[in-house]
T-cell receptor, first 115, second 121 residues
Framework: NAGVTQTPKFQVLKTGQSMTLQCAQD?????MSWYRQDPGMGLRLIHY???????DQGEVPNGYNVSRSTTEDFPLRLLSAAPSQTSVYFC??????????????FGPGTRLTVT | AQKITQTQPGMFVQEKEAVTLDCTYD???????LFWYKQPSSGEMIFLIY??????QNATEGRYSLNFQKARKSANLVISASQLGDSAMYFC??????????????????FGTGTRLTIIP
């Protein structure tokens, strides 16, 4: 199992550009989520999905879009990048089942810089 | 709204000593879970330990134990016999679980701001 994979590892964007951060998992997990990590602020939830076709907003959703067409993939789209979106982005997944493994599995992260 | 507070931005501990990382939480949900994650300098998030709010005993995983004091709303991580490889950021996180049981898939985590632990040889 590859677990949770994220691409790219690093990305530099100019203000106003758009891009998609990719996330995939091969553990057949129903629940997937995106977090951003900023210095001194811990991880904050951007969007999450409880299964294919079902997504919802987290704590800091503005400026980001998601969709979930398959169980495996959960891409995060930045529509018009802003310097405030400079951050490290983590994708996570879990079984979403009561009684299953308790933890969320995190990807290696994508470091995004917006200039 | 749920909240996690980690009041120690940084700690320095001598190798082989025990260390306690503080975590307090606030929630109105009667059922919740508390997690600790480790983030080494390489950046990945590593799950360490979990404590459910209705668990009767404190959770333990190898050298990690969770000192859960429900009345004080604290969930401190204790690392026994610290090693140089324990140097990392440590995050406390909480998941509200009342709806997790009945509504399949509610696994939103709220994180604290973290504690940077440095082990001194």
């Amino acid at each position: 199992n590859a677990g949770v994979t994220q691409t790219p590892k690093f990305q530099v964007l100019k203000t106003g550009q758009s891009m998609t951060l990719q996330c995939a998992q091969d553990m057949n997990h129903e629940y997937m989520s995106w977090y951003r990590q900023d210095p001194g602020m811990g991880l904050r939830l951007i969007h999450y999905s409880v299964g294919a076709g079902i997504t919802d907003q987290g704590e800091v959703p503005n400026g980001y879009n998601v969709s979930r067409s398959t169980t495996e993939d959960f891409p995060l789209r930045l529509l018009s990048a802003a310097p405030s979106q400079t951050s490290v982005y983590f994708c996570a997944s879990s079984t979403g089942l009561a009684g299953g493994p308790l933890e969320q599995y995190f990807g290696p992260g994508t470091r995004l810089t917006v200039t | 709204a749920q909240k996690i507070t980690q009041t120690q931005p940084g700690m320095f501990v001598q190798e082989k000593e025990a260390v306690t990382l503080d975590c307090t939480y606030d929630t109105s949900d009667p059922s919740y879970g508390l997690f600790w994650y480790k983030q080494p300098s390489s950046g990945e998030m590593i799950f360490l330990i979990y404590q459910g709010s209705y668990d009767q005993q404190n959770a333990t995983e190898g050298r990690y134990s969770l000192n859960f004091q429900k009345a004080r709303k604290s969930a401190n991580l204790v690392i026994s016999a610290s090693q140089l490889g324990d140097s990392a950021m440590y995050f406390c996180a909480m998941r509200e679980e009342t709806y997790f049981i009945s509504n399949f898939g509610n696994e939103k985590l709220t994180f604290g701001t973290g504690t940077r632990l440095t082990i001194i040889p």
